[in-house]
């Protein structure tokens, strides 16, 4: 059979810097923070170089928590669009900014809000429960939002302060749901499960990541323990493969990216397969040095990520440009559920 072409790496955003190139530009970014008063936030998948200087790295629930929290007047955020739009309706006094306004994000792209309106039109009274990664617009239509970090506790709360029989609406990554339906015992319990109606939306990046990459990193690293995003594509087989006993429960962990970074900073001599974008595996690298990092999938990179480069950065600082500012009538309405969930942690 003829083999396909394959991308080997994230397509190039202009020509590649040297290290005195991201060393000069790095600094200058620094100067240009300090007269702009701007805070730096990352996301965990970002390229190496603005991790490397940004005041914060971190997941969406972090990201989220830093720009409610910062005292800069400007946010310079490196991650991709609906990250800026959530920090411009936690921050709506200052400036947002994001050094390329076409980082987008598939999985936010999965749900619209006339979609939205449309699925609670035929569930009235069902309380809607959407991940961050969604535009403003879905985020005003919902009751709470949740990350990967904290996806199980957010569902669960609601059944505490709303009752078990609350009928909820959970959107738009499948992947996140099915792990919620396994995580809250719903998968055996028909009834219950009959009342949490789950998204068919996906990331093209997580989903790019099947069960056979699991089961052929299983076969060439049977020592490696599994860290896994929620989102992928492989996740429901890795647990079936717990389930089955082919695999221990103990080494298999589905975590946000920084749950992945906590969890190899506290293990950092082992052996891990690493389920999510590839960009992970350098805070991961930076914070254990020792560890035998696999990534399962050399393919799945984020070019939404990627398409925030150090240049990019630089010029929106001395510019100004990229501001991303979400109307006021739909961020007043997009605060509530970001805010319940950044309370319920
Ligand atoms: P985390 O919240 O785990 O960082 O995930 C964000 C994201 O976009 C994953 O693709
Ligand atoms: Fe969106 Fe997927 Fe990229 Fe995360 S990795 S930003 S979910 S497209």
Redesign the pocket.
Known sequence: MQELPTIQAPPAQGPELTPEEIKAMSAEVRELAKERDAVILA???ELPELQDLADYV??????SRAAAATDSSVIAFC??HF?AETASVLSPEKTVLIPDLDAG?S?ADSITAPQLQAWKDEHPGALVVMY??TSAEVKALTDYCC???NAVKVVEHIWEEHGAETEILFGPDMWLGAFVERETGLVEDPERRARFHVWDGE?H??AGIRPDDITEMRAEHPEAEFLI???CGCSTQAMEYVAAGDISGEGVHM??????LSYVEQNPTGSFIVA??TGMLYPLEKAAPQAHLIAANRMAF?KY?KMITLPKLRDCLRDMTGEVKVPPEIAEKARIPIERMVAIG
């Open positions: 996301h965990n998948y971190g997941d969406s629930l972090g990201l991650g991709v990250m994000c999985l961050v990664n990350t990967s970090s990331c990046v997580h995003h929620p989102e975590l946000s990216t920084s749950g992945m999510t974008e984020c990520m």
